[in-house]
């Protein structure tokens, strides 16, 4: 897990993913693109632990949730995340991303979806999702 970071005016994002490669490689994407990760996870179950220890005042300004886990999948995450933080901004993070997925993550409040594939796009996809 990244460690805590210091208080910041940058926003903050969780990452869950179960390949390593793929956590890192957001880790770095984000921070080089001006974000602090507050935390990482590598599985459904893991996430909504670690996201539990995050609430406020700690809570992340995004969970960036992959979809494709072991336990849970990421809309089950996301569903349980937005049942006691409706105000969470949750995108959804996948090599796997057909019509029916995209469909379901927004009828559970999913904010986006973004392809792995535009990786070095997230910040500005981010960005673009905060309020003001």
Known sequence: MTAPAEA???PSVFVVDDEPDVRLLATTILQRGGFTVLGE?????????RFHELDPPRQPTI??????????????????MLSRHPEQVIVLFS???????????RAAGVA???SKMEA???PQILKDLLPG
Do not use: F, W, Y
Not at 41 to 49: N, R, T
Not at 95 to 105: C, N, P, R, V, W
């Open 120 to 122: 070095t796009r997230l």
């Open 41 to 49: 996870a590598e599985d459904g179950p893991q996430a909504l632990e």
């Open 95 to 105: 090599a796997h991303l057909d019509s029916a997925i995209k469909e379901a993550a």
């Open 8 to 10: 910041t005016d940058a």
């Open 112 to 114: 986006a979806c973004v």
């Open 63 to 80: 969970v960036l949730l992959d979809n494709r886990m072991p336990g849970l999948t990421g809309l089950e995450v996301a569903e349980q």
